[in-house]
């Protein structure tokens, strides 16, 4: 059974940091491209980082460059996306994806809020 759960979400003030994490389980996590999406209210689902499945290329979204990092932990199957010095225009549930060829599987997504 293929599950990818997130984890790491919360309320944080602008300007603070938080690190999601997402644990892949069910499929060969080294194999697939791991990415990070996001949904704020009334607005579309939209990239934030991939990373490869070596972990040798990632791309971002221009409006989180600089202050996101994503990383992926093979030992642990594990994606993350570090958020440093967060905006109010950060707050979506955030999405973890992982892709290879034509599956395609999602998780259930954390909220995460920047407000003062």
């Known amino acids: 059974q293929v599950q990818l759960v997130e984890s790491g979400g919360g309320l944080v003030q602008p300007g603070g940091s938080l690190r999601l994490s997402c644990v892949a389980s069910g499929f060969t996590f080294s194999t697939y491209t791991m990415s990070w999406y996001r949904q704020a209210p009334g607005k579309e689902r939209e990239l934030v980082a991939t990373?490869?499945?070596?972990?040798?290329?990632?791309n971002y979204a221009d409006s989180v460059k600089g202050r996101f990092t994503i990383s992926r932990e093979r030992s642990k199957n594990t994606v993350y996306l570090q958020m440093n010095s967060l905006k109010p225009e950060d707050t979506a549930v955030y999405y973890c994806?992982?892709?290879?060829?034509?599956?395609?599987?999602w998780g259930q997504g954390t909220q995460v809020t920047v407000s003062s």
């Open positions: 994806n992982a892709v290879r060829l034509v599956w395609d599987y």
């Open positions: 990373i490869t499945n070596a972990g040798r290329t990632t």
